[in-house]
């Protein structure tokens, strides 16, 4: 599980290798606005359009797309995929 609080920041709990345990991507996890999940993953939109996702590996590696994941709108998810909505409709 994982919620946004007022600040901005996420605080996650349940399986750790699912995702409950984000405490490597605390860092990264600032002005967050929008939260989406998997079955084993999460992904975040943080307030510049960028995306932070963690948990399982195969279910939110985005680090060879990392360069596309810019200006994102929206996040939708599947049980085991997100697709990423950005501002220019694409």
Do not use: Y
């Not at 991507?25 to 996702?53: C, D, P, W, Y």
């Not at 939110?60 to 599947?78: H, P």
């Amino acid at each position: 599980f994982a919620a946004i609080l007022a600040d901005g920041s996420v605080v996650t709990w349940g399986e750790p290798q699912c995702g409950g345990n984000s405490s490597r991507m605390q860092s990264q996890l600032r002005n967050v606005q929008k939260i989406q999940s998997t079955e084993s993953a999460f992904a975040a939109i943080i307030v510049n359009g960028s995306v932070v996702a963690w948990g399982q590996p195969e279910s939110c590696d985005c680090f060879t797309i990392q360069d596309q994941l810019r200006n994102v709108r929206q996040i939708q998810a599947t049980d085991h995929a997100f697709a990423a909505i950005l501002a220019n409709g694409s």
